[in-house]
């Protein structure tokens, strides 16, 4: 399911050959692209699909998505265009109610919407929207997230896997009732707005000393760190018991049998990680956990290549290839 891997996107992408005015093109890995506007500020795009996911917040979603991304980047959101495309016999209903929750996130943000596409196709079975945010950065504020360096600690922002708790506690209201309790179903499905790293993503863009980021969607931890690991050419050590897991991931993880790599390559929108000096390490964990966001340390990159998880006081190979089980969850029937 989603992503193709490393070399796929390699091969696909070979033919594209940018102009001098772009600065970052598409590469696997890196989530947006950037361009040169003007002598003072970058431009900032990125695109991303949105499918299977709670219908009432569909729409909040497709914008937050491509958003989070742009964010990551150190950019504001200000423009966005949306596809939304459906089964055939798809009533358009169902377009200006997702239309309307877009409009109301793009409102939050600050975003105008300013073109798309709109249609029922046969060749689709379900319903898909795409979104596609641009943003603008001041050329001195720009991050990327292959600027990683060694020594840099790895700053991890939000539980892990909450976006798939949270869709589960929505969609499945009586399977997560029972397997988590009433009231910390209820606190789950209330957590929707945390699959959105905007926020958090702006306020570390405005700290010294933070390098790169990237999110942790589609593929979880295992493929963002190799992701931002070959960007940036460097190695980096993990420890497992720092890892952010809330305890409703630990039954669920009992309750679906999945093992650490799947628990690993989770999809947790709104989860990120950001490669940040050591010297500004306390000032930016005390600006996060004065503003109410779960942040941790986990490890740091290094020079040396390789890639290490630290588990139960024994150095590892960390996955190279990530097993996200959001299909198993969600489709297994």
Same mark, same amino acid.
């Given at each position: 399911?989603?992503? /193709? *891997?490393? &070399?796929?996107?390699?091969?696909?992408?070979?033919?594209?050959?940018?102009?001098?005015?772009?600065?970052?093109?598409? /590469?696997?890995?890196?989530?947006?692209?950037?361009?040169?506007?003007?002598?003072?500020?970058?431009?900032?795009? +990125?695109?991303?699909?949105?499918?299977?996911?709670?219908?009432?917040?569909? !729409?909040?979603?497709?914008?937050?998505?491509?958003?989070?991304?742009?964010?990551?980047?150190?950019?504001?959101?200000? #423009?966005?265009?949306?596809? #939304?495309?459906?089964?055939?016999?798809?009533?358009?209903?169902?377009?200006?109610?997702?239309?309307? $929750?877009?409009?109301?996130?793009?409102?939050?943000?600050?975003?105008?919407?300013?073109?798309?596409?709109?249609?029922?196709?046969?060749?689709?079975?379900?319903?898909?929207?795409?979104?596609?945010?641009?943003? %603008?950065?001041?050329?001195?504020?720009?991050?990327?997230?292959?600027?990683?360096?060694?020594?840099?600690?790895?700053? #991890?922002?939000?539980?892990?896997?909450?976006?798939? #708790?949270? *869709?589960?506690?929505?969609? &499945?209201?009586?399977?997560?009732?029972?397997? %988590? !309790?009433?009231?910390?179903?209820? *606190? /789950?499905?209330?957590?929707?707005?945390? $699959?959105?790293?905007?926020?958090?993503?702006? /306020?570390?863009?405005?700290?010294?000393?933070?390098?790169?980021?990237?999110?942790?969607?589609?593929?979880?931890?295992?493929?963002?760190?190799?992701?931002?690991? *070959?960007?940036?050419? &460097?190695?980096?050590?993990?420890?497992?018991?720092?890892?952010?897991?809330?305890?409703?991931?630990?039954?669920?993880?009992? +309750?679906?049998?999945? &093992?650490?790599?799947?628990?690993?390559?989770?999809?947790?929108?709104?989860?990120?990680?950001?490669?940040?000096?050591?010297?500004?390490?306390?000032?930016?964990?005390?600006?996060?956990?004065?503003?109410?966001?779960?942040?941790?340390?986990?490890?740091? %990159?290094? $020079?040396?290549?390789?890639?290490?998880?630290?588990?139960?006081?024994?150095?590892?190979?960390?996955?190279?290839?990530?097993?996200?089980?959001?299909?198993?969850?969600?489709?297994?029937?």
């Amino acid at each position: 399911m989603g992503k /193709l *891997n490393y &070399n796929e996107i390699s091969e696909i992408v070979k033919c594209i050959k940018p102009s001098s005015k772009v600065l970052v093109p598409p /590469l696997p890995g890196c989530d947006a692209g950037v361009y040169k506007v003007d002598n003072d500020y970058y431009g900032v795009i +990125s695109t991303d699909p949105c499918a299977g996911v709670p219908q009432d917040w569909f !729409g909040w979603l497709l914008i937050n998505y491509s958003s989070s991304d742009v964010a990551l980047f150190g950019a504001q959101p200000k #423009l966005a265009a949306i596809d #939304l495309l459906g089964p055939e016999g798809t009533d358009y209903k169902v377009y200006k109610r997702i239309m309307s $929750q877009a409009c109301k996130a793009a409102k939050e943000l600050k975003i105008d919407i300013i073109s798309g596409h709109t249609g029922n196709y046969p060749v689709i079975s379900q319903l898909v929207g795409i979104c596609t945010v641009e943003g %603008f950065v001041k050329k001195n504020k720009l991050i990327t997230p292959m600027a990683s360096r060694p020594g840099d600690l790895i700053l #991890l922002v939000k539980p892990l896997g909450l976006e798939i #708790l949270t *869709n589960f506690a929505i969609t &499945n209201y009586e399977k997560s009732n029972a397997l %988590f !309790g009433f009231k910390n179903a209820k *606190n /789950l499905r209330a957590m929707v707005r945390h $699959q959105s790293c905007v926020n958090e993503a702006l /306020l570390l863009a405005d700290c010294k000393g933070v390098h790169a980021m990237h999110d942790i969607a589609e593929g979880g931890l295992i493929l963002a760190l190799n992701e931002m690991a *070959n960007l940036s050419h &460097n190695g980096f050590e993990v420890v497992y018991d720092k890892f952010v897991i809330k305890e409703e991931m630990k039954r669920f993880q009992e +309750s679906f049998n999945l &093992n650490m790599i799947e628990l690993l390559s989770i999809s947790s929108s709104g989860c990120l990680i950001a490669s940040i000096s050591p010297d500004r390490k306390e000032e930016i964990v005390k600006m996060l956990t004065k503003k109410g966001i779960i942040n941790r340390i986990i490890g740091k %990159f290094t $020079q040396e290549k390789k890639r290490f998880l630290i588990l139960r006081n024994r150095k590892v190979g960390f996955p190279i290839n990530a097993k996200d089980p959001y299909t198993k969850i969600f489709y297994s029937g």
